[in-house]
């Protein structure tokens, strides 16, 4: 579906930074935090989770209404403008009613089409930017999906926040960013402006920067990162949050990559780099389609001498010799076997073509 978005904060700005405490506890709390915010400069808009979607019940849910009053004295003290998660009909109500200048959808409300259904008919008329999470499992159309829904709501200042997606196993992420995801997003809907919250995807604090520069290289257009006065004793996610402090020295380390590279000298080279990758990619694949030619000749092979498709000693051979050549030239263990398994499904689905037909 065609959109054309509007810039978010009404005005074109390459960087949309956005800071404040995972939730707003209490006013003195919200208070602290967005002076020291606001004291500094650079801050365009100030985060605060009101109603908050906690994983088990009676952990701490929000404080609900009291806290907009709160984020309306946040506004009018400091000048900065604020922003609340709603998942509901009545969160829009409440969160209009109390001013709030921008709304984001979370990343459990993403993943539910009605959830987004029923916000977006609550947008109806209203004219707010909103600014939307990736669901929390990889899922790009549902994605897509809850952008369209708010935008046929009549919503055209629409930002989309990268959080992270859910992983099932080990990694240091507490959500992985699965970068291409956002980066395809951004393929298909260039005007639309991606922010990295990259407290969600860390979950820890050590490891904020460089997620965040990461994104800036990637020529993301903003961040989202939680603050908080004393992080150790927040009454939610204790362990991402940094202090006002960190988080300003952190914003004056970033080095921000211009979108566009002015140097003639610097585009050529690039292009030319570009067409080297390219052209890497195009003998990657005439590989890979020689590859699955062979597994073809092997499925024949089996075919004729009745062996099963799957060899298990063979398939972990191949794996665990791919994975020392890789060490070799620097490639991380994870991605040859991801690449490895997909190269081997692919093989098996080839095989097992030429073996039915
Ligand atoms: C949040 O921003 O505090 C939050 C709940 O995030 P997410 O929806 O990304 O989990
Ligand atoms: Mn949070």
């Not at 100030?46 to 906690?54: D, L, N, Q, S």
């Not at 922003?83 to 509901?88: G, I």
């Not at 000298?265 to 030319?272: A, F, G, I, N």
Request: net charge neutral.
């Amino acid at each position: 579906m065609e959109m054309k978005f509007e810039p978010v904060l009404g005005v074109p700005k390459k960087h949309i930074i956005i800071a404040g405490p995972c939730s707003a506890e209490s006013e003195e709390q919200v208070m602290t935090v967005a002076r020291e915010l606001a004291a500094k400069g650079g801050v365009d808009l100030f985060r605060a989770g009101i109603w908050k979607p906690r994983t088990r019940p009676n952990s701490f849910e929000g404080v609900g209404v009291v806290g907009l009053p709160w984020m309306k004295r946040v506004k009018e003290e400091t000048g900065l403008r604020t922003t609340t998660e709603v998942a509901k009909r009545d969160h829009v109500f409440e969160a209009l009613k109390y001013g709030i200048d921008v709304l984001w959808l979370g990343a459990r409300t993403t993943v539910n089409p009605f959830a987004v259904q029923e916000v977006a008919d609550a947008l109806k008329g209203v004219d707010i930017p909103v600014l939307i999470k990736n669901p929390i499992n990889p899922d790009l159309k549902l994605w897509i999906g809850a952008i369209e829904r708010i935008y046929q709501a009549g919503i055209s200042r629409v930002g989309v926040i990268h959080r992270g997606f859910a992983y099932h196993g080990q990694t240091k992420y507490r959500n992985v960013p699965r970068w291409q995801i956002p980066i395809e997003l951004k393929r298909q809907f260039p005007d639309l402006p991606i922010i990295c919250d990259n407290s969600h995807i860390c979950g820890r604090r050590d490891i904020l920067f460089d997620v965040a520069q990461k994104s800036l290289d990637l020529n993301f257009d903003g961040l989202m990162t939680e603050i908080h006065p004393d992080p150790d004793s927040a009454w939610s996610d204790a362990k991402q949050q940094i202090t006002p402090k960190n988080y300003l020295e952190m914003l004056a380390t970033f080095s921000y990559p211009t979108a566009t590279v002015e140097d003639k000298s610097v585009v050529e080279s690039l292009d030319h780099l570009r067409n080297e990758i390219d052209e890497i990619d195009d003998d990657l694949l005439n590989l890979l389609g020689r590859r699955m030619k062979i597994s073809e000749q092997i499925g024949t092979y089996k075919k004729e001498n009745n062996i099963a498709i799957l060899q298990t000693n063979r398939w972990d051979e191949i794996l665990n010799r791919a994975i020392e050549k890789g060490k070799l030239k620097g490639l991380s263990d994870g991605f040859v076997e991801s690449i490895l398994k997909a190269i081997h499904q692919e093989s098996i689905n080839h095989q097992e073509n030429v073996m039915r037909g």
